[in-house]
């Protein structure tokens, strides 16, 4: 950089000043260290300082700030870049009120307003803040920019006395059009957010029902605060039944009205982990509520409780432990962090404390926490920050993968992201956490990054798996992931060496549920056991060869070939004709199915007697065993042998949200009817796996009969056929 510095130092005052002979007519003013070597340099003109440039004591030019003044009383501050790559950037802007002879703040100075831009070169402007004078730390305006730094929105901040959080902003467009709002005192109304979203008087009806549904399985979220309106979460909050909105502390746990969750509004905006220079957000307040959505995104039988408020406070901190214990909420969302404090200097080692005991006090809940954004390694203890560096079994530290969503990724493309804490010991598993788009403050989307998107994302796959396999621990389930993990080309320095597979994890997990067991009843076959290990059946009993075919012949389901079968691909065992085409009808064309494992092995049960176990057999002798007879039953179903070939053909097959959420999701209706077959075939796990009896009420003419109501509702013919087949399974009875 000196080697530059006396030609640049001439070139850049005239454009600085916007006169060839400013130069000359310039008062320098020099201080030097006691080597003698130039501290600072000081450029006056007409009395008034216009520039100041600083230099370490090697005479290395470190710092480079300009003074203009716009009106009387007013300065803006501007400081440029003296880095060789973007030298002479404007950096960073601001104009001030108040400031003493030497331009330097005093207790009278007063910020107007700021200039935000980027961190990194070549330093975007983002957007202008405005601050207010009598409280002159309090933002009061933002004012954003498109690349010609025309303004696109402004953002208005409301605050309460001397509050330093704001409490309600409003966005408007150029023309003064209200593009969102909010407020920490509106009342949480599901019906009226419902309506504004466009909702129809029968889809309320049903997100209201599902939203009091005491069968949801319940996620808590430790933040700063949501937006409980918006569209996007507003049926997904808590029911807690003990807890009417009703002014009175019902369940007498200290906490009003906490019916899913408590938001204390003068504390709201808690210092979640630093996402700081990760992305720009044109709203306050809207980590909590991008967190939430990201956790329930696609879930409709999850149940938010929100906790907002001063996450350090011990006694905020043992009321949250008490709530969890009592309502046994299994699954904790902390995308939050702070420093090990040894000394206690931030006042916060009762805090910690106070979460460690949280931690053991509720050993069957799964805590899953944000690694961090430092990219620094969290087994040094230098770098401990907690609850990241909690060491419990039943807690999971989550890093982020370079990525939004976890479908962009393969093993081959898979890196974790550079802001990303790790370490072998103390980060567990990667998952999306860059530009993972998510509901913000106010209504709309945005997105976001950090490891704080990849906490919730990581709860969102947990929550799907843990309501598959309730009977697993919170320790069992945080294993399983990580022995499931992909790893990355490279394996990251973390403790699964790569990201999280909820495929291959529920494929695991449902193969150890099943091996070596019987059922205890006839019903449930190979055909099952294929779509159930697949994820297209939610549970264990009989499934009819017409669905089986169905579900192949479907768009949820691609053939590949053999030898691109994966595991978790369903390998079936279907007959074809001279023409390669499968036998028209299903109780001729299906014969076995059975899910690929590996390399000639699969998972399978032969048969509908309870004597035929679940098992992992080798798959030419699945083949050969079905091989043998089939000539036998062509010629039973009066059937030429050369229109009868057994054949396996292999199928990857996705479930039914997954194909409708590239197609605009499942209805309403449709989610209704996907929750109520999920929940029957569940049921009848239970009788067929475990002996339970059924209720002398159970029925499935509600399912049919919503099934029916598709049709009125404009539900496409496949997704009617899909859950038709599904309810003829049902219908089985030993």
């Not at 549920?513 to 099952?528: D, F, T």
Request: glycine share 8%.
């Amino acid at each position: 950089m000196t080697i530059f510095r006396p030609l640049l130092k001439a070139l850049l005052f005239c454009l600085i000043l916007g006169q060839s002979t400013a130069f000359a007519a310039l008062k320098v003013e020099k201080e030097k260290f006691g080597n003698g070597v130039v501290s600072r340099e000081s450029y006056y003109q007409d009395t008034r300082l216009v520039e100041r440039r600083y230099f370490n004591i090697d005479g290395v030019f470190t710092a480079w700030t300009r003074f203009t003044y716009p009106a009387a009383g007013r300065v803006i501050v501007t400081d440029l870049s003296v880095e060789k790559e973007s030298y002479g950037l404007v950096q960073a802007r601001e104009e001030w009120t108040g400031l003493d002879a030497n331009n330097s703040e005093i207790e009278s100075s007063r910020l107007i307003r700021k200039w935000h831009f980027t961190k990194e070169a070549p330093f975007t402007l983002e957007y202008v803040g405005w601050n207010e004078q009598t409280e002159p730390f309090r933002e009061v305006q933002k004012d954003y920019l498109d690349k010609n730094e025309n303004i696109t929105s402004s953002v208005y901040l409301y605050y309460k006395g001397t509050d330093e959080k704001p409490y309600a902003f409003i966005e408007k467009d150029p023309a003064g059009k209200t593009v969102a709002e909010f407020s920490l005192y509106e009342k949480y109304d599901i019906e009226k957010s419902l309506k504004e979203a466009g909702k129809s008087p029968a889809e309320i009806k049903v997100l209201k029902s599902q939203r009091e549904n005491p069968d949801k399985f319940v996620i808590a979220i430790i933040d700063s605060g949501f937006d409980y309106n918006h569209n996007e979460l507003v049926t997904k909050w808590w029911n807690n039944p003990a807890e009417p909105v009703d002014g009175i502390d019902n369940d007498g746990n200290g906490w009003v009205d906490d019916n899913f969750g408590w938001d204390q509004v003068r504390d709201i905006g808690l210092p979640t982990e630093s996402t700081s220079g990760l992305q720009k957000d044109h709203r306050p307040l809207s980590h909590g509520t991008h967190v939430a959505h990201i956790a329930t995104k696609g879930l409709n039988n999850v149940g938010l409780v929100g906790f907002a408020g001063d996450y350090t406070r011990a006694e905020y901190i043992k009321k949250m432990s008490a709530f969890i214990k009592k309502h046994q909420i299994r699954l904790v969302n902390m995308s939050l962090g702070f420093p090990a404090d040894t000394k206690d200097m931030l006042g916060l080692r009762d805090g910690i404390r106070a979460y460690k005991t949280m931690i053991e006090e509720n050993p069957e809940t799964l805590f899953v926490v944000a690694s961090g954004n430092a990219g620094q390694d969290l087994d040094l203890s230098k770098n401990r920050q907690y609850p990241a560096s909690f060491i419990h079994p039943n807690v999971m530290k989550v890093g982020a993968l370079n990525a939004a969503t976890i479908e962009e990724v393969t093993p081959e493309n898979a890196t974790m992201a550079d802001f990303s804490n790790f370490g072998q010991d103390n980060v567990d598993i990667l998952a999306p956490g860059v530009k993972v788009n998510a509901a913000s403050l106010g209504g709309g989307l945005i997105e976001h990054s950090g490891t704080s998107m990849a906490t919730p994302y990581m709860v969102n796959l947990i929550a799907q798996l843990w309501t598959e396999l309730p009977y697993l621990t919170a320790t069992e389930v945080r294993q399983l992931f990580i022995e499931t993990a992909q790893v990355t080309k490279a394996p990251a320095p973390i403790k699964s060496r790569g990201y999280v597979d909820l495929k291959a994890a529920l494929l695991k997990g449902k193969m150890k549920k099943l091996e070596g067991r019987s059922a205890l009843l006839e019903g449930p076959n190979c055909w099952n056991s294929s779509t159930y290990l697949a994820g297209i059946s939610k549970g264990i009993h009989h499934t009819v060869a017409s669905e089986f075919a169905n579900v192949l012949e479907s768009p949820l389901c691609t053939r590949v070939s053999r030898a691109q079968a994966q595991a978790g691909d369903i390998i079936a065992l279907r007959r074809l004709n001279r023409n390669g085409r499968v036998l028209p009808a299903a109780f001729a064309s299906e014969v076995h199915g059975y899910t690929q494992l590996g390399s000639g092995i699969g998972f399978t049960k032969n048969g509908v007697m309870p004597q035929a176990p679940y098992e992992v057999q080798n798959s030419e002798h699945i083949f050969n065993k079905y091989r043998s007879a089939d000539g036998r039953e062509c010629k039973k179903l009066g059937i030429e042998r050369q229109d009868c070939r057994l054949t396996e053909i292999a199928y990857r097959c996705q479930t039914l949200e997954s194909y409708m959420n590239t197609r605009g999701g499942l209805s309403v209706f449709e989610q209704e009817v996907q929750l109520a077959l999920d929940k029957a075939e569940k049921t009848l796990e239970e009788q067929f796996l475990n002996g339970k009896q059924l209720n002398p009420d159970f029925s499935l003419q509600d399912i049919a009969n919503k099934i029916e109501g598709l049709k009125a509702h404009g539900s496409t013919p496949m997704v009617i056929d899909y859950f038709e087949s599904r309810l003829d399974s049902l219908e089985y009875r030993n």
